[in-house]
């Protein structure tokens, strides 16, 4: 099977990275203007639509400033446009260039709500969903909007009834990311190393010109 051309590669890339924000821009638009806040759907027992926001990491996790942990996925997203330029200009493994992409799509998916959300969104209560475009404007100014967040997978209980596995709620660009990091540990981790191994040679190879010159 012949490799693709590094343009059709690109065009690739840039219709997974599109087709995977669609996907999760839809699916958080719909919760947030369907659902109040804490609100569920039993679609299973062992999951759960379960509509909640937070400021924080993938999974709910808050260890940073919103302000820098916003500031600091664009910087992440960024790098990430940079690294997949030198995959696809190094011609490398095609399931490794689209699990990166994967990784940047998550990124990019939450990146959207914090910048954006808190603009466009009247705040969510739970007594109230949330409309797009209130006339007084959005719930919080840009860069501070919450990430929304829906997939629940209650998966085991205890004899309470109260769940012990697997508690955090979810959305689509965190499962991009997470699927994505255990694919290239299993899989592609070959890949990564000699992605910067070449880039070590290419900057080393740069300073001995630089030299010669």
Known sequence: MSRLSKRNTSLLVAGIVVSLLLIDQVIKFYVKLHFTLGESFVVFPWFQICMIENNGMAFGI????????????????????????????????????????????????NIIDCMFYGLIFSETTPFEVATLFPDGGGYAPFFYGKVVD????????????????????????????????????????????????????????SDEKGKEG
């Not at 997949?84 to 011609?91: G, Q, V």
């Not at 689209?98 to 799509?105: D, K, T």
């Not at 997470?178 to 040679?201: C, H, M, P, Q, W």
């Open 62 to 109: 808050e260890w940073f400033d919103k302000l820098f942990l916003t500031l600091f996925r664009i910087v992440a997203v960024g790098v990430l446009c940079w690294y997949l330029h030198r995959l696809i200009k190094a011609e490398a493994r095609m399931g490794y260039i689209i699990m990166v992409c994967l990784v940047l799509a998550g990124a990019m998916g």
């Open 150 to 205: 829906m997939f629940y997978f209650p998966l085991i209980h205890n004899a309470a009834g109260e769940t012990i596995f697997f508690r955090p709620v979810f959305n689509f660009a965190d499962s991009c990311i997470t699927v994505a990091v255990i694919v290239i540990i299993l899989f592609f981790s070959k890949d990564l190393n000699r992605s910067f191994e070449k880039e070590k040679g290419t900057d080393a190879t």
